[in-house]
């Protein structure tokens, strides 16, 4: 498909910014007006009176090994979060385009969407939480840019069906799929398929399997157009040299990831084993994730209840399907212990 058309005019005219350190990175740089006497503290031997790549040449790479892509295919943003609204920017003209979200799913689809004053079509998933293919085509039209999917779901924490979200491929729009929980569930990504379909995307974190949520790095694997594009509009240093240097140290600890994952999936298991056991939980939904859905007799009751004793949870309740349901993320076993005590000493 002709993916450059599904891009803005005005963003296919842009000039983007030109930065000092597209050019140089290193030499006696007397060109984008830094601090030559250094920085005030030193932190791992970086010059941070310096500006970082702008194209984050180093990350770039280790992602794109780690993905089986090449470097043109990768994109690395301030979180997930930056990617999403870049993604929203570069496709969707303001007060004409829209976009097809798949609810219940992760709000800032639709946050990211309604700031730049995009349509938002919401198609509920089926009673399984899955994708109703049928309902999303009578809902793209022309006009139709974007379409979000999360596998597996947050907050329902169940994978989508691949074939599902390929079907979707065909419906003329870009299809992102975020799989910022697809390390707990054991299941190869689609990374490599954004290489057989251009208008796929598929967007990943450091803030969940890696527990990376404080240094703010998502990235997304895309056709190299799409990147080209992204990279046009992105701002000119939008990941700093101290986010660099830690997510380098961090995708060389592969082995602990793993084993973080697999702990975090036995737990997983005991919880889930554990709330089935409880009265006022009615039912524990399928999980993918790192997180469990529960639907409970009394959603609101439970949440404060536990919120009382400093264990917080999400309720979700006000959401389409979610009725009386709390999503509840997979803690320590001491943590879980004390979740699951919690629930007795009231409910007993």
Known sequence: MNIESLIRENIRALKPYHSARQDYLSGILLDANENS?????????????????????EVRTVLAAMNDVALENIFVGVGSDEVIDLIVRVFCEPRWDSVVLLDPTYGMYRVAASIQDVQVRSCLLTEDFQIDVEAVKKMVDSDTKLIFCCSPNNPTANLLHDEDILALCKLGAIVVVDEAYIDFA???????????????????????????A????????????????????????????????????????????????DAIIQEREWLVEELGQLLCIEHVFPTDANFILVRCTDATALYRILAGKDIIVRNRSTEPLLENCLRITVGTHRENEMLIQAVKEYYA
């Open 186 to 212: 054991k299941k190869e990504s689609l990374a490599k398929l954004v290489l057989d379909h251009p208008n796929l995307v598929v967007l990943r974190t450091l803030s969940k399997a890696w527990g990376l």
């Open 214 to 261: 404080g240094i703010r790095l998502g990235y997304c694997i895309a056709d190299a157009l799409i990147i080209s594009y992204l990279m046009k509009v992105k701002p000119p240093y939008n990941i700093n040299a101290l986010t660099s240097r830690t997510t380098l140290q961090a995708l060389s600890k592969g082995v602990e990831v793993h084993q973080t994952v």
């Open 37 to 57: 006497f250094g920085s005030v503290i030193t932190i791992d031997n970086l010059s941070l009176n310096r500006y970082p790549d702008p194209y984050q040449r």
